[in-house]
C-alpha cells in the first residue's frame, strides 16, 4: 500500500448512518488522498451516495436521517463542535446526479450564485470569476456568447458542466460527485470525463458511480461498497485487475449488481 | 252517505248567489237539476240546510253548522288543483335539470353562472357609467353612485394585502423550510386547515371583539381590514406553502452544496423561485375579501356612506355593503343600481384574477428535471 506516502484530505472513520431505522452505512473507514481521484463504485443502495453525502454534511439535512463516526478534513472532524456546516459546503463542493441549475437564474448568475448566496461577492473581478470556473469546466467556449440565456436552455451535458462551474466558483478544496454523468449520454459522459482528468491537478475528487468502466477511466484509487461496508479499497488499476477480495472481483466480472 | 263535490259546489252556489236560479245559471245547470242535487245532499245528511221562502234561500242552523266547515274544505280541494294545474302548465314547483355527471360538472354550472351574470348586466350595464363610478350614494336611485364603496374596497385590500401577506408567507416559510414534522408544526398545521374552514361572519365577530372594541379602533379601515386579514390569511398560508412545496428539493441541496445557511438557500433561491406561485395564491386570497360584506356588516362597516376615506383610521364602506344596501331598498332604481354595482364588483375580481393569471403564466419556470 502506498496510502501513507499520500497526503490525506479526508479521513473517513467508522462511519455508520441511517435513514429512520434503515442502516445505510456500516462502520466505513478509509482515506481520500489529495489531488487524485477517488472512485466509489458498488450496486444500487450500498451506500456510496449515503458516504460522500456525510463527507460535506449534506446527510444530516435528510429529514430523520442520523450518523455516527468521525469525518477529517485535513486533520479536523467536520461534525466537531466548532465545524460550522454552511463553511465545511464551501470547501467541500458537491455535484448531483441530476445537473441542477438555478432555473430563473442565467448562465452567468448561476456560475455566481455560490458567491451571492453565500454574500461572498468580490468588489470587482466577477467576469474573471465567471471565465475561469467555465474554463474550468471545459463550458467556456460553448456560452460565452450566452451567458445572459438561462441556464436552463442548455443542453443536459452542458447543464451539468454549469453545475461543475457552479461548484468551482467558490474555489472549494474537495469535489463531490454523485454520479454526475447517469442523466447524460455518452458524448456529453466523454466530456466529464475529460474534465475530471484536468481538474484533479488541483481538486481531490470523489466520484460515485455505478458504471465501472468510467472508474476504470477516471480515479486514481477505486472503493468498492457493498450493503454499507467498505469491502475493498485499492489503486484503481489494482482494483480491477486483481481484487483481493471475492466479492469485489463477482461484482466487477458482473456476477452481480 | 257522504255528500259529492258536485253537491257541494252546488250549495256554495246556493249560498254566493242567494238563488237557486242564479246558483243554476252560474254553474250552468237547469234550475231542477240544482235543485235536485241539493235535495239529495239534504237527504244524505239527514237535515234541511236551506229555509226555501219565495224570496231568499237562507241557511237553516244545519245548513251554516255544515257551511263553515264543508266549504273550507272545498276551498281546500280548489287549492289543490290549483297547485297541480300550476305544476303542469310550469307557472310553480320544483324545477328538476338532469344531465349526465359530465355536463352536470362542467357545462351546468357555467351555463347557470352566464345565465345569473347576462341577467344582473342587463339590468345594471345601461345604469353604468362615469357618473355612477364618481358620485357618491344617494335618495334618489338615479343620482346614486358607488365611489366610496369603490375607494373603500381598494384601500381595503390593499391595506389586508399589506397585513396578510407578510404574516402569511412567513408561516408558510417557516412549516415548509424550518419547522419540519415537529409536534408544533403538527398542532399550527391542523389549525390554520380549520380556520380556512371558519364561516367569515365569525371573523367578523372576532375582529369586532378584538379590533373594534378591545383596540379602540372602532368602525374604521384599519378595523375592517385587520379582521379580512385574518380571514384570508390561512388561504395565503395554505397557497403559499403549495408554491413552496412546487420548488424541487434539488434546489434547496444545490444550495446548501454551495455553502448557503438555511436563510440563505431559503431567501435567494426558494423565495424568489416560488414568488410567482406565492404571489398569484395572495392575489386570489384577497380577492376573497373584495366579495365579502358579511365580516364588515358585524364590524360596523357605514352603510351610507358620502365621504371618502382620509385615513385608515376613517369610517368606510365597501362595494358589496353598498350593493346589499342597495338591494334591501324597495324603490325599483335601487336594484338597477345595485346591478350596475355587481358590474363594477365583478370587473374588479375579474381584473384581480386576471393579473394573478398572467403573472403565473409569465414567471411560471418548467419543472426542473
Not at chain 1, 188 to 214: C, F, K, P, S
Not at chain 2, 105 to 120: H, I, K, N, S
Request: hydrophobic residues 45%; charged residues 20%.
Amino acid at each position: 500500500m502506498t496510502s501513507d506516502e499520500r497526503e490525506a484530505k479526508l479521513e473517513i472513520d467508522t462511519l455508520s448512518a441511517w435513514y429512520e431505522d434503515n442502516r445505510a452505512l456500516d462502520g466505513v473507514t478509509m482515506t481520500i488522498a489529495a489531488r487524485e481521484v477517488t472512485a466509489i463504485i458498488g450496486p444500487s443502495g450500498c451506500g456510496k451516495s449515503t458516504l460522500i453525502r456525510c463527507i460535506n454534511r449534506m446527510h444530516e439535512l435528510v429529514p430523520k436521517a442520523r450518523m455516527h463516526g468521525r469525518v477529517r478534513l485535513d486533520g479536523v472532524d467536520v461534525y466537531g463542535a466548532a465545524s460550522d456546516p454552511a463553511a465545511l459546503r464551501r470547501r467541500i463542493g458537491m455535484v448531483f446526479q441530476k445537473p441542477n441549475p438555478f432555473p430563473m437564474m442565467s448562465v452567468r448568475d448561476n456560475v455566481l450564485s455560490g458567491l451571492r448566496l453565500t454574500r461572498s461577492i468580490p468588489a470587482n473581478g466577477l467576469d474573471e470569476v465567471v471565465e475561469r470556473a467555465l474554463t474550468q469546466a471545459a463550458l467556456w467556449d460553448e456560452v460565452k456568447d450566452r451567458l445572459d440565456r438561462p441556464g436552463t436552455s442548455l443542453s443536459g451535458g452542458q447543464q451539468q458542466r454549469l453545475c461543475i462551474a457552479r461548484a468551482l466558483a467558490i474555489e472549494p478544496e474537495v469535489l463531490l460527485m454523485d454520479e454526475p454523468c447517469s442523466a447524460l449520454d455518452p458524448i456529453a459522459t466523454t466530456r466529464i470525463e475529460d474534465l475530471l482528468h484536468t481538474l484533479r491537478t488541483r481538486y481531490t475528487i470523489v466520484i460515485v458511480t455505478h458504471n465501472m468502466q468510467q472508474a476504470a477511466r477516471v480515479s486514481q484509487r477505486t472503493a468498492f461498497l457493498l450493503g454499507g461496508q467498505l469491502i475493498e479499497l485499492s489503486e484503481t488499476d489494482a482494483l480491477f485487475t486483481s481484487p483481493t477480495d471475492k466479492r469485489t472481483e463477482d461484482y466487477i466480472t458482473g456476477k452481480f449488481g | 252517505m257522504k255528500p259529492s263535490i258536485r253537491q257541494l259546489e252546488c250549495f256554495a252556489a246556493v249560498i254566493d248567489t242567494g238563488a237557486f236560479s242564479r246558483a243554476a245559471a252560474r254553474l250552468g245547470l237547469s234550475q231542477p237539476a240544482l235543485s235536485h242535487a241539493i235535495r239529495e245532499l239534504e237527504e244524505g245528511l239527514g237535515a234541511r240546510l236551506f229555509d226555501r221562502t219565495t224570496r231568499r234561500v237562507e241557511l237553516t242552523e244545519a245548513g251554516r253548522l255544515f257551511q263553515q266547515t264543508a266549504l273550507a274544505g272545498l276551498s281546500e280541494i280548489d287549492r289543490a288543483v290549483g297547485l297541480v294545474r300550476d305544476l303542469s302548465t310550469l307557472r310553480q314547483g320544483v324545477v328538476r335539470i338532469a344531465a349526465p355527471p359530465l355536463l352536470a360538472a362542467t357545462v351546468l354550472p357555467v351555463l347557470l353562472l352566464v345565465v345569473l351574470m347576462g341577467d344582473v348586466i342587463a339590468t345594471g350595464a345601461p345604469r353604468l357609467g362615469w357618473d355612477f363610478l364618481t358620485s357618491y350614494p344617494s335618495r334618489k336611485p338615479e343620482l346614486a353612485g358607488i365611489l366610496p364603496g369603490l375607494v373603500g374596497s381598494v384601500y381595503m385590500v390593499t391595506l389586508t394585502a399589506a397585513f396578510s401577506l407578510p404574516v402569511g408567507v412567513g408561516a408558510a416559510l417557516y412549516l415548509e423550510e424550518y419547522a419540519g414534522r415537529s409536534r408544533f408544526a403538527t398542532l399550527i398545521e391542523v389549525n390554520i386547515a380549520n380556520l380556512a374552514g371558519v364561516p367569515s361572519i365569525i371573523y367578523g365577530l372576532l375582529g369586532l371583539e378584538i379590533f373594534a372594541r378591545t383596540l379602540g379602533l372602532g368602525r374604521s379601515l384599519l378595523a375592517g381590514s385587520f379582521t379580512m386579514a385574518l380571514l384570508v390569511l390561512p388561504i395565503v398560508i395554505l397557497a403559499s406553502r403549495e408554491a413552496l412545496r412546487a420548488v424541487p428539493l434539488s434546489m434547496r441541496e444545490a444550495g446548501f452544496a454551495l455553502g448557503g445557511t438555511r436563510w440563505q438557500v431559503t431567501r435567494r433561491i426558494v423565495l424568489p423561485m416560488a414568488a410567482p406561485g406565492i404571489l398569484t395564491g395572495a392575489i386570489l386570497s384577497v380577492s376573497r375579501a373584495i366579495g365579502e360584506a358579511a365580516p364588515l356588516i358585524v364590524l360596523g362597516a357605514l352603510t351610507y356612506v358620502d365621504f371618502l376615506p382620509t385615513s385608515p383610521s376613517s369610517p368606510f364602506t365597501v362595494l358589496p355593503i353598498q350593493i346589499f344596501n342597495w338591494v334591501s331598498r324597495p324603490q325599483a332604481g335601487f336594484v338597477v343600481d345595485a346591478a350596475a354595482g355587481i358590474i363594477v364588483l365583478m370587473i374588479m375580481l375579474l381584473v384581480l384574477n386576471g393579473t394573478a393569471i398572467v403573472l403565473r403564466n409569465r414567471y411560471e419556470h418548467r419543472p426542473v428535471r
